[in-house]
């Protein structure tokens, strides 16, 4: 695979407000751990439509693996010009810092939202240029933003082989187990006296 179209859930479709929030590092560490593996087998690009959420995280992710991965590659293609500008300062600022270190960044549409049907056309294109799709999607939690991605891609794997990848709740609770246990400290283990 060498153009992954990685998307999922918005933050607030996960009860997330700020960047702040506890769950945020958990969600990183899961991004990552399906990240590494096929960027050693040759991944070249991650293209996403950098809404504020899951793409955005992914986002993060890719830049900070680009500083062992230099060859790597990231793209945030939107449904249409300047997503970001209902949005607070510190989500608007958080956006522009990442857009500015994407290697291409552009908008399927050329014009302010107009209809959904940015979004179908935007979804095409990633589809069109990508090998297979990194999502966040979690059967038992509510469908959201997610579901007609999810429809869309397993349509392409079918017809065409076309890869997929899911996170879900298991992979989050296994990185923050992880990472509790990385941070356990055997000290504990030693009987006392």
């Keep these: ?5 990685a998307t999922g859930y918005r933050a607030n479709e ?3 407000f700020n960047q702040k929030h506890k769950h945020i590092p958990f969600i990183k560490k899961a991004i990552e751990a399906k ?3 096929l960027i050693e087998e040759g991944l070249e690009w991650i293209i996403t439509p950098g809404q504020y959420g899951f793409d955005l995280w992914v986002c993060e992710v890719a830049l900070e693996l680009r500083l ?3 060859q790597l590659k990231l793209s945030i293609i939107t449904a249409f010009m300047n997503p970001d500008e209902q949005w607070k300062d510190e989500k608007k600022s958080y956006y522009q810092q990442i857009i500015s270190q994407v290697d291409y960044y552009g908008a399927v549409s050329h014009q302010p939202y107009v209809g959904p049907w940015q979004f179908q056309a935007r979804d095409e294109l990633l589809f069109r240029k990508s090998d297979g799709l990194l999502l966040f999607y979690d059967e038992e939690a509510a469908e959201g933003s997610s579901k007609y991605v999810k ?3 397993l349509k ?6 076309y890869q997929l990848i ?3 709740a298991d992979d989050i609770q296994n990185a923050a187990e992880e990472e509790n246990y990385n941070e356990y400290d055997p ?4 009987p006392f006296e």
């Design 151 to 153: 429809e869309k891609a």
């Design 1 to 5: 695979m060498k153009t992954l179209f």
């Design 68 to 70: 062992t991965y230099p």
């Design 14 to 16: 996960l009860q997330i």
């Design 187 to 190: 000290m504990y283990d030693e």
């Design 166 to 168: 899911f996170i879900g």
């Design 35 to 37: 990240l590494l593996p």
């Design 156 to 161: 392409k794997h079918q017809e065409d082989g």
